[in-house]
C-alpha cells in the first residue's frame, strides 16, 4: 500500500510522553492556583461563527486568523480567549453573578508565519475579573498575588512582576497638552528596553509623533523614574494636583502596591514600573508584565490589566474588568530552551512495573489492583519476551519501580523490588513495598515542573 | 455603536459555570483513572495536514470533516483521536517504547447535522496500548477492569461491560461457509436490540444477504447464546475444532474473562455478549460495548475493541493495539438529560467567600492567604455593595462558607463563620474556622459527579 509521510504541521507543539507530562504538571499547577483564587473554569468553543468573533473587526489579527466555510456558515478558530469570553457574558448576562471570576486553559490559534518559537496553535491561561458597571481596585490589587503564587508554584523564582497604571502615563501627557499623541508616545516609549533610550527620543521627535526637544526629555525623565516602590510612589505625588486622571491613576496604583505583604507578596517581586504601558489601546487602568530577571530578552511571560468595558460589541451593559493571560505554549517552548524544565521530575506513566514471573498472571493482576487502589499508577508487563527486554522496556519508560513476582514470592506474599534509580533491590512484604513506593510518590509529587537555579 | 448579536454555534456545548465545574470533575476522574493503569497523556494538534488526516480517505466521515485552506495548506480538524494517534506514532516510532499505553482527552470536530444531543465539537476520552509486531491478550483482559474502576469512580453503579471477540464470529461464519457476507451479516446482527430479531430474519434472507431459513435461524441461534460466562464459554466450547480462527477467538475470549476477580471487576458488570460486532471492520478481535441498565436507549457509553494494524496508511511497521473511547460530551448530556448528575456536589468556585466589614481590607487579605495556602479557594468580597446585595451574591454563587471580619473579629484574633447550607453562624477562633473548611471540602471532595439512584 502506498504510505502517506506521517508528519505534523510546522508551528504546532506536539510533544514526546515525558515533555508532555511535564507540561501537563505545569498546566495542572496554573488551574489549581487560579482556583485558589475562585476563579470558575469555563470551556467555551474553538470554533466561533466569524460575525462574532471579528465583530471588532480589522487590526494584525484579523489576518491570522483561521477563517473558512462550511455549509452556509462563516466560521472561524479563536484568537484569543477574551472575544469568547466576552460573548459568554453578554450571552449570559442574566445567569451570571457579578464580579463574574473565570479562569480557561485552552487553544488559540494564529496563523502566523512559523518561526522558532513562534506557534500557531498554541495555549494561554487566562483569569479575569468582570464587573457589572463597576470594579473595586481591589482586584487589581489581587492579581500580583495570584502571578507570585502561581510562578513560584511552578517552581520559578527569579521573576518580578511589574506594574503601571494607564491613567497615570495618561494624566501625564494630559498636563504636557499632549493628550492627542499619548498612544503613539506611549506604544514608542514601550520600545524602550528593546530598541534604547536613543532610538525613542528619535522617534519621539521624528515628524510622525513631533515632540520638542524640551517634551521628549521630560517624558524620558518622567519613565525614568526609579526606585522601590516607596520612592516612586513619593515622586509621582510631586505631580498630584494637576490633572484629575493623573491623581485617580496614583490613588489606583498606590492601593495596588498598599497590601502586598498582606497578599504575601515580597518587595523583591514586585515593581512599579512608568515604562510599562502594554501597546494594547484595551487597556485603561492597571497594567501588568512579569519577567524573568535572568532572561528579560524572553519578554514578559504574563501580561493583562484593567479594562474599561469588555463586551461592547455585543452589549449596552457596562462590562469592566482586570484580567491576565500567560502563554503557556510559547513558556515552556522558552523554559525547555534555557534548560528551565526539572529533569528530577518523574515523567514516566507509571510509578511501578509488575513483571510477572509465572505463567498464571492472577497474582500480578490482584497485586496491581491492590497497587492501584492504594494510588499507584501500575503496569503490568504482559507481553512474551526476554528479561533483558523487559528490563529495556522498564529503562525506557524510566519507571522508577519494578516488581518482580515469581512463585517463590508468590509462595511467601512477598515481592523482590527493585530501585531503578538506586539500582537496590530487596525481598519485601507486599504491604511494606506498596509503602515504600507511595512514599517515593510524595516525594516526586512535590518536585516542580521548573527548576530555577537562581536564589 | 451597532451590536452584534452573541451566540455560540449549535452543535457546540457551551456550559454554565456550574456545569463546568462537574463537567471537569467528570473528566479529571476519568485522567486520574486512565493514568492509575499507567496510560501517559498525549495532546496532539486540532489541526493536521488533510493529506495525513484523511489518509485512509473515503467514507461517511470525511463528508462531515472541517477542512479549509490557509495559505497554500490543505487543513483539517481531526474528527476523532485515533488518525492522529496513528501519525503520531509512525512519526515517533523510534523515541516510544512499545507497548506504547496512551490516552488522550480532547475536542473533535465532526459536521453532522445539528440535532438534540448530537454535538459537532464534542470531547473524547480515549486510551489505547499499541504493540510492535504483536501485542499479548492479556492487554485486551486489563481494558474492562478500566471500564469498571473508570465509570465506578465517577459514580455510576447499574452498568455492564459486553464483551466479545470478532474471531468467534468470523470463525463461526467460516464453519458455515459464510465468510464472504460476513460483514454484512455481522452488520444486521448488531442491530438486534435496535430492530428485534423478527427484522433481522427479514434482513439476512433478503436477496441483498441471500441466506436460507436454515442459515439464518442457525446465526440467530448462536448470537442468543446465552447465561453467566461459564455458560456462554462452555456453550461455545461445543463448536471448538471446527475452524482455527474461532478457536482462536475463543481462546482469547476466555482469556479476557479469566481474571476478573483479580482485576476487581464484579460478574455483575461484565457478561459475554455475543450479539457485539461493534459497525466497524477497524476491530479484529476483542470488542466491547459498556450500556447503563436502566437507559438501554442510549447505546453504548464506553466502545472499542482489538485492531490489527494502527498506522498502515504511514508505516510499514505491524502495529497491533487495543482500545477504547468514551464520548464525553454527549454522555455529559445524556447524564443531564437523565437526571444522573449529583446536585450534590458543591459547584460553587469558592470555599469561603470573605466578606471584609472594616475600610482596611488588610486584616481579611490576610486571613485569605492563610486560606489559600491551607489550600481553601478563597473569594475576598471587595465590592461597594450593600450587606444584602453581597450575601444575594454569595447565594447566587452557591459558596458553602461565608465570613464576617469587622472590627470586633478582627481584635480578637476571630471570625464570623456562616455556614451557608445550615444557615448556622458563629464566632470562631481563625485556626478553628480555616479547620472546618477544610474539613467540609473533605466531604464535597468525596462526591461523585453521578448519582445513580439504582442499586
Redesign the interface.
Known sequence: ?A???????SG??????AR??Q??RMTSIIRESF???????????????S??LL?KGGGETEKQI??????D?D?SLRFDLTVPL???V???YA?????F??FQVG?V?R?ERAQRGRF??FYQADIDVI?DG???I??DA?IP?IIY?TFTSLGLKRFQIRVNNRKILNGFYSMLGLTAQSGAIMRTVDKLEKIGEKSVRELLTAPDIGLSNDQAAEILRFIDIKGCNADILAALEGYRGRDPKFDEGLDELAAVAR?LA???VPETHFVLDLTIARGLDYYTGTVYETTMLDHPEIGSICSGGRFDNL??????KQLPGVGISIGLTRLFFVLEDQGYLNDALNTA??DV?ILPMTDD???A??LS?QL??A??????Y???KKFKQKMN?AD??GVPYVIFLGDDEIKQDKVSLKNMRSGEQGLLPTGEAVEKIVAAMGADDAATPILDKGE
Do not use: H
Not at 504546532?12 to 510522553?17: G, I, K, R, V
Open positions: 500500500m504510505k502517506v509521510q506521517p508528519r505534523t504541521l504546532f507543539m506536539e510533544l514526546l510522553p508532555q507530562i507540561f501537563d482556583s485558589l483564587y475562585a476563579f470558575t473554569p469555563l470551556d467555551t468553543p474553538i470554533i466561533e461563527a460575525e462574532v465583530a483561521y477563517r473558512f466555510s462550511k455549509g456558515s466560521l466576552a460573548k459568554y453578554a450571552l449570559n445567569k451570571l453573578a457579578f464580579p471570576r473565570r487553544k490559534y496563523g500557531r496553535e464587573g463597576q470594579l473595586d481591589s482586584n489581587e498575588a503564587r497590601n498582606a497578599f504575601g463586551a461592547e460589541y455585543y452589549t449596552d506513566p507509571a512495573l498472571m492472577g497474582p493482576i490482584t489492583t492501584r487502589s494510588g499507584v499508577r501500575t503496569q503490568i504482559g507481553e512474551q522496556y525506557k519508560l
